[in-house]
Each structure stands twice: as structure tokens, then as C-alpha cells.
């Protein structure tokens, strides 16, 4: 690889695997950390330093729920302290007001509060929790403060019909920023594919609201969406490309490139209790092993897009088509699409005197698998 | 939209410059925008007290070569595009 290396601009801290949801889509790998192997506050400032003289801009503190962390005040300043930009990714669950006062008085600069739907039966239903009036709350308590404020909405079939909804809790909060954040298929949201997979007809129709939404709100509140890919034409350039923009600390400090490359087999991460992020960043195996393009296969290493999408996700393509090297499936020039067309074809055949997927699927409940709480 | 010229212009909440390896840059939720010359003469004079107006007084006079109409058109644009992004407020 004899490309000058672009340095991270952003660091994605998993605090802790521990929280107090249990999504069916969570993006934790299946094997959760124990709150034991969490790095303790003084190794995590040590990462922040590093991070800043590398070059990153922002952090995300995420998890599990970051907030579950008792230290969360002193890693804040910490990070502020270092020169980083932070952002806190919650369910909010465990926030009272003085609580939220703190963290900001500490420097936080943007909370994302995530929502598991518009409604208290959905929220419970996929989180397994009572949580979406406590969210509610958590808005007007944030009417009261200065901080920049993002509603992050998962989407996926169940909650997909909401949108409207969603929509008016966003516009009657402070939030300058809304995400539709369709569920991407690793770890749990793998597991539990078959049940959150939307149909065509209601991807189409929330495009259409949520382009009408961004029009009507210019200027109030930026929205932002993340299709699924199973219905793009052409894969995302995952994470911005392998190695070349994020980093990916986990509870016990191992160094990912993204949140599932843990499941590609005989690859080994670095730890930052024994590799500053400079060597993880620019000689670690697990961050050279997908860079350049000397490790594609055909059709990407001749292919025009090669340099706009890197060949998609290389989890995905482990997932899907078995080899991580492999061009993403859900490329339409990947031999394997066909494989992703049959699936969608199955999701959204028209069954004739049965009834319509989307109407199936909102009266029957289906069998979840729950991500549970490490230890 | 344009914006009202007496309106002032405050950087949003959760929004600040920053600045890593000499190069300013403006912070915002999950993004960051690099500013040079202009763009960074307009975003250090969006503090909650220059109005549109003033902005483009100042950056008229700091680039007094360029066509004033040209520099007036290109902050509107700027300014609008920062509020859309939601990375500043007009008051």
C-alpha cells in the first residue's frame, strides 16, 4: 500500500455493551463484552489525546448506553479537554434533568437521541422495554437547554408506516437534525432479518414523505436517510471506505475498522493498552487488510465505481456471499445478487386471497430474537 | 429563502470552530466543514450580533477587489446554505 494514508476523522467509542434495551437490531456483535473487559477512564483519555494528535475531529461516545458508564462527566471533559468534538449516541433511558445539565455543563456538544418508533407499543415491542414515554420527557427537557439535538428514528417494517408521526414528535422538539436510520443486516438485526425487512411498496412511500418533509422543514430541520441496501442498485461505501475514515474503539479496546469486522474470520485488532492509535491506524493488520485494491475481486477491480463504493461492506459480503474480499451482493453487478433479488421477491410477492405482506406483518407479531445484557 | 439582511446571525447550538493541524474547520453534529479565506471570515462574524448586512459590508471591504455584487450574492448563498445544513440561525 504505497498510497499516502488520509488520517481518521472520526473515533467511534463503545463505551460499554451494557444497556437497558434490548433491540432486536442492535449493531453489537452477538458476543456482548462484560462490564469487566471495559477500559477504565484513564486508558480511554489516553485515546482521546492520541486521537486528537492523529487528527480526528469528532467522537461518538455509543455503546451499549454510554450513560450506563459511571465516569461519563470526566470522559466528556476529557474528550473536550483533548480538542475533540463530541457527540453522544442514547437512548436516553438513563437521563433525569439535573443529570442532563451536567453532561453539558461537562461539554457536550450534540446528543442523538435514538427512538424505537412513534409509539409506546412499537418502542416496547423492539426494545423489549418500556422506554418511548421516557423519551418524550427527555425532549422538553431538552426544550430548557443549549445543545445540539438529533432524533435518530430506526426504521425497519415494523415502524416503517410511521413516519408522519415520527415527524410531528421531531417537529414539536428542539431537534435541529432527524435521522430515518433503515436498519443495516449485521449481528442482531441479522438474526432477525426476515421481520425487519421492509416491502417495496412501503420504502417507496416513506421516500415519498420524507422528500416532501425535507422540502416543508428547510431551514428548521435537516433530515437525513439511510436506505436498506438490499433495494439499492449499488452498494454504500461502507464507513466511508475501509481504513479511511473512522476508527472503532470496543469496550475492551480493541481497534475495528467498522462494528462487525469482528466476524471475519482469522483477522487480528490491535488493542490500544498495547499500540498507540498512530501504529493501529497506519500498520495494524486489520486496518491495511481491506485498503488499496489489490484485495478485490472481479468485478471491482476493473469497475469505474471501485473508487466511489470500495465494493460495498466487507462484512456484508462475508454475510452474504461468504468471502469477505468478495464484491457486496447487493451490487446488481455482483454474481450473487440473485441471491438478495429472491429474498425481496419472496418479501413482496403478491400472495393472491392472502393478504398483503405489509398488513400480515402489522397483525401478527412476530418471533423476536432480543439482544440480552452482558454481564 | 433569502435571508432577512437585518436579521443577525448566531451559530447553532452544538456548533463551533475548531481546528486541527492549522486548518479551522467548522464543527457540527457527525460533520465538519473546512473554511478558508472567505468562508471562514463569514462564519467567525456569525456570533449573535452581525446582522447579514454587516457581513456583507465587512467581507465587501475585505475583498474590495472582487465585484461587490458577486461577494454580496455569494455570502447570501453561503449563509443559506449553513441554515439549511442547520450549523447557524438567523435572529
Known sequence: M?????????????LTHRCPLHCVY???????????????????????????????????????????????????????????????????MPLDQA??????????????????GAREQTAQEISDTKSHAHKLRVLEWLKKVRVAVTLNFVIHRRNIDQIEEMLQIAESSS???????????????????????????????????????????????????VVPDYYAKYPKPCMGGWGR??????????????????????LHFANVKQASLREIWNNSEAFQKFRGESWMQDP?????????????????????????????????LSPKRRK????????NAPLGAQLAPATEAALIKPTWLYRPNPA | MTPDRKSRVRLAAGC??????????????????????????????????????????????????????KVESDILGYLTLLNDQRALDFE
Open chain 1, 175 to 225: 431537534a435541529t437534525r432527524i435521522e430515518f436510520a433503515n436498519v443495516q443486516y449485521y449481528g442482531w438485526a441479522f438474526a432477525n432479518r426476515e421481520n425487519l425487512l421492509p416491502t417495496r411498496a412501503q420504502l417507496d412511500r416513506s421516500l415519498e414523505v420524507i422528500k416532501s418533509a425535507e422540502t416543508r422543514l428547510r431551514g428548521k430541520i435537516r433530515i437525513e436517510s
Open chain 1, 99 to 116: 443529570r442532563l445539565a451536567k453532561l453539558i455543563e461537562a461539554g457536550l456538544d450534540h446528543l442523538q437521541l435514538s427512538f424505537q
Open chain 2, 16 to 69: 463551533r470552530l475548531g481546528q486541527n493541524n492549522h486548518q479551522q474547520v467548522l464543527l457540527m453534529p457527525e460533520r465538519a466543514l473546512r473554511l478558508n479565506g472567505p468562508s471562514l471570515e463569514i462564519v467567525q462574524r456569525c456570533d449573535g450580533i452581525h446582522s447579514v448586512q454587516q457581513i456583507i459590508l465587512e467581507l465587501q471591504q475585505i475583498y474590495s477587489q472582487a465585484d461587490p455584487e
Open chain 1, 2 to 14: 504505497t498510497l499516502p494514508l488520509n488520517n481518521p476523522l472520526a473515533l467511534i467509542v463503545e
Open chain 1, 300 to 332: 471491482c477491480k476493473s469497475c469505474d465505481r471501485r473508487t466511489i463504493d470500495f465494493g460495498g461492506c466487507r462484512c456484508q459480503a462475508l454475510l452474504l456471499a461468504g468471502d469477505p474480499a468478495a464484491t457486496d451482493p447487493v451490487c446488481t
Open chain 1, 245 to 266: 475514515k473512522l476508527m472503532l474503539i470496543t469496550p475492551s479496546g480493541d481497534a475495528l475498522p467498522c462494528h462487525a469486522a469482528k466476524i471475519i474470520p482469522d
Open chain 1, 340 to 347: 438478495i433479488d429472491t429474498l425481496l421477491a419472496n418479501l
Open chain 1, 26 to 92: 442492535c449493531s453489537n456483535p452477538l458476543e456482548l463484552a462484560n462490564r469487566s473487559e471495559e477500559l477504565p477512564t484513564k486508558i480511554w483519555s489516553q485515546v482521546f489525546q492520541q486521537a486528537a494528535q492523529l487528527g480526528v475531529l469528532q467522537v461518538d461516545f455509543t455503546g451499549g448506553e454510554p450513560l450506563t458508564r459511571p465516569d461519563i462527566l470526566d470522559l466528556i471533559l476529557s474528550a473536550r479537554t483533548a480538542g475533540l468534538y463530541v457527540n453522544l449516541i442514547t437512548s436516553g
